[in-house]
């Protein structure tokens, strides 16, 4: 076996998701997720409006206990607090521990670099080659053409409405949401495998 | 180096090694994925069951699900995801997947990526304030 010739090996790509899955929550603090990157790059504006309300909630945590004492007093008025009311506590409670927000622009130098691993892949494998339309297997299976180049376009628009829908794509939920045994993550995955052997069963069968 | 710097590199680090991990597994090649996916060669399916069970272990020693939220279940995550499979096994890319196979020569799934932003965008703008089936709430 060869790290640069051929494709891996079961084990050794399934060692490498799983590196880059745990490494990236690690490291990060956040659940690597591609679809999620998608998702908030092309969200940008309100992104930058919750980090914003994030940062004001770090800084001053007083400032939120005030806000829902004065919302539950407006909503209720003075009858919400018990009678001996003691003053608010002095201490200030810590801050609310938050997962951390990457921000937009890193998202997207975060895809950017996966375009660039699959270069750096084809380039130390030797298989690097420039294809304006679609490959071989992809034309043997699905089309060729202008006609495949349409699927991969209706595809693509599948996979961005699928993906923003299910919160997830391969790695943010079938790596980390089923590494984490979320319910709703295992079912999803179930779900996109499902329905991928299904459809290229009959892709096989028909085209 | 300044913190936003650290975080580009990192995210650069983990991105080039993503991109390169999955195209030399061979989740960025259609033959690949359709071997899979018709049951004619267990390997990429094995890769990805196997990483999740490394992953499980993983997530566990560091304690994920103490210190993330939990994504409660809903509906689109079903519909969803079979949207997804469609489209995965339509055009042979997840998001992952079809920004390596740019990066590995294969234009052609400039395509398949155009048709992931524009779903993107089109859920968001038209779908998601429909359905709301996400848990109301602070969207952390």
């Not at chain 2, 069951?49 to 409660?72: E, F, I, M, T």
């Amino acid at each position: 076996m060869s790290l640069f010739q051929g494709y891996w090996p079961w084990w050794v790509g399934a060692i490498g998701l799983a590196a880059l899955t745990v490494g990236f929550f690690k490291v990060m603090g956040a659940t690597m997720g591609i679809s999620g990157s998608v998702g908030k790059l092309c969200n940008a504006r309100q992104e930058h409006e919750l980090a914003k309300l994030e940062g004001s909630l770090a800084e001053d945590p007083r400032a939120l206990d005030a806000a829902l004492l004065a919302a539950t007093l407006a909503q209720f008025g003075g009858s919400a607090l018990p009678p001996a009311a003691a003053p608010p506590p002095a201490e200030v409670h810590p801050p609310v521990a938050l997962p951390r927000r990457i921000p937009p622009s890193a998202h997207l130098t975060f895809l950017l670099s996966i375009g660039g691993g699959g270069l750096l892949a084809a380039l130390s494998s030797d298989t690097f080659s420039v294809n304006l339309w679609p490959t071989q297997d992809y034309a043997r299976v699905v089309a060729g053409g202008g006609v495949g180049l349409g699927t991969l376009l209706l595809g693509g628009l599948l996979v961005g409405v699928g993906t923003s829908m299910a919160g997830g794509c391969t790695s943010g939920l079938g790596l980390s949401g089923c590494g984490r045994l979320q319910p709703g993550s295992l079912a999803a995955t179930a779900a996109f495998f499902g329905t991928g052997v299904a459809v290229s069963l009959v892709l096989a069968r028909f085209m | 180096m300044s913190a936003r710097a650290a975080l580009h590199l990192k995210l650069s680090a983990f991105g080039l090694l993503f991109g390169f991990t999955i195209s030399r597994a061979g989740f960025t090649r259609y033959g690949e994925l359709h071997k899979m996916f018709v049951f004619s060669d267990p390997r990429l399916f094995l890769t990805f069951c196997g990483a999740v069970a490394l992953c499980v272990v993983g997530l566990a020693a560091l304690r994920a699900n103490q210190k993330l939220p939990p994504r409660p279940f809903h509906p689109g995550m079903i519909v969803g995801g079979t949207l997804f499979g469609l489209g995965w096994a339509i055009c042979g890319a997840c998001p992952g997947a079809a920004l390596a196979q740019i990066g590995q020569g294969d234009l052609c799934a400039l395509w398949s990526l155009s048709g992931i932003l524009a779903g993107t965008w089109l859920y968001r703008v038209f779908v998601k304030p429909k359905v709301k089936w996400e848990a109301p709430g602070c969207g952390l």
